[in-house]
Structure formats: structure tokens, C-alpha cells
């Protein structure tokens, strides 16, 4: 078992009790030394974990506001930062403020791959909330290819229904009130274009991008607010 999933075990086993439990007990449980268990309840003290107790006496965690350490995926990691996003352009000063200290310490929590995502998101400018209209294409499939920088080959239909054929560099996908659109480089056009999701008829990948996609979101937003 990693250190991190002992930590959650650790607490799982002492929020579901209601009376302490001695680190023999909680050493049994998790197949470890008791000495280990010491060390686990201090780190998780440092930590800020409302934990009553002391050796030889029993552990038991008391009351309080506490998270435990985080085992997110990317689709729960984009999921959260999408809402952060949405607070950081429609909140107060004081949420705005927040969202700062709430992406650094989710961030710091991350493995390495995904802490480049809490710092290099493919989600981006969400809008009001409306309902969907729902295409051939999962907005799923265009996450992915933004994640990985794969550059897409997509059949489009405008709202004309006129038909073409394209290679784009997917950057960002951006929530409207009633549209997903992703943000992309046009290669046919040779200039950053916006494409409604349910209006792309079929997509395949057809290689990499090598520029930063750091770099290409900024470029995105400055041509975003040219437009």
C-alpha cells in the first residue's frame, strides 16, 4: 500500500469510530508497525487532521473540518478547476482570492502528471448554464486530444449546414450558455478559429502538435478578445 492510500485508510478507520482505537488495533488493520502508525498520526496532526489521542490510550478523530489527501483523476481534477475557473470570473474579491489558495493546495497534492493539468487546464471561460445541444462527437473525445495536443481532422457544418473538411490544433473548450465550442488553430485558415462541438460531424486524430499549449491558449484569449 502507498504512503498516501495508508494516510486515507488511516483515517477512514478513525472517522467511522465512535469510541478510540488503539494504534494496535489500527496497525492491525493496516498490515503495518505500530511505530508507522505513530508517524502517520503526527504527519496527519501537521496536517491539520482533528485527531484525539495519544499512544497506549487509543485515537479517535474528533470534530472538525478536514480533507483528506486527494486521489483525483484527470476528469475529476479538469471538474474542479472548471468550477474554480467559474468562481475566479463571476466571484466576489474574496472568492477570487480564494481560488488562488484553493488551486495551489489541491495542486500540491497532485502527482506530477496532474499537476500539470491544475496549471495547464484545457477548460477554459465557462458561460451561464443552459441546455446542451448534444452532437455526433463527445465532448470527451476533444478533452482528450487537448490533453494529449493532438491535432484533429474534423468534418464541420456550419450553421448554414455548408460542409468542410479541416485540421485543427484543439486548445480549449469553452461552456456557452447553450454550445460547447472548442477554441482550436486552424491550419486551413492559418488563424485560431472557434467550432461549435455539436456541429463537428466526425474527427480523427492525425498527429501532434508540438507547440506549448500553454502558449496557444494565450494567444487564444488575446484572439478571443480581439473578435
Not at 488503539?22 to 493496516?30: F, N, Q, Y
Not at 491544475?118 to 477548460?123: K, M, Q, T, W
Not at 465550442?181 to 492525425?206: H, K, M, N, P, Y
Request: glycine share 8%; with cysteine.
Amino acid at each position: 500500500m502507498s504512503r498516501s492510500g495508508r494516510l486515507l485508510g488511516l483515517l477512514q478507520l478513525l472517522r467511522g469510530r465512535r469510541t478510540p482505537i488503539t494504534s494496535a488495533e489500527l496497525a492491525r488493520e493496516l498490515g503495518v508497525s505500530e511505530r508507522t502508525i505513530y508517524r502517520d498520526i503526527a504527519t496527519l496532526l501537521g496536517e491539520g487532521a482533528p485527531i484525539i489521542g495519544e499512544a497506549g490510550m487509543g485515537y479517535i478523530l474528533g470534530p472538525g473540518l478536514f480533507l483528506p489527501p486527494l486521489m483525483l483523476d484527470v476528469e475529476e481534477v479538469e471538474a474542479i478547476l472548471l468550477g474554480l475557473r467559474y468562481v475566479s470570473q463571476r466571484g466576489d474579491d474574496v472568492l477570487q482570492k480564494a481560488v488562488v489558495t484553493a488551486r495551489a493546495k489541491i495542486s500540491s497534492m497532485l502527482p506530477a502528471a496532474l499537476q500539470v493539468a491544475a496549471f495547464d487546464e484545457p477548460l477554459a471561460m465557462p458561460g451561464p448554464i443552459g441546455e446542451q445541444i448534444e452532437g455526433l462527437v463527445p465532448v470527451s473525445v476533444i478533452r482528450r486530444a487537448i490533453r494529449s495536443q493532438e491535432k484533429l481532422e474534423i468534418s464541420y457544418a456550419n450553421a448554414q449546414d455548408d460542409r468542410t473538411s479541416r485540421v485543427v490544433w484543439p486548445i480549449a473548450v469553452i461552456f456557452m450558455e447553450s454550445a460547447r465550442i472548442v477554441g482550436a488553430w486552424c491550419e486551413l485558415r492559418q488563424d485560431f478559429r472557434t467550432f461549435r462541438i455539436d456541429r463537428i460531424l466526425s474527427v480523427a486524430e492525425c498527429g501532434r502538435y508540438t507547440e506549448r499549449r500553454t502558449v496557444l491558449l494565450k494567444r487564444l484569449h488575446a484572439a478571443l478578445l480581439r473578435s
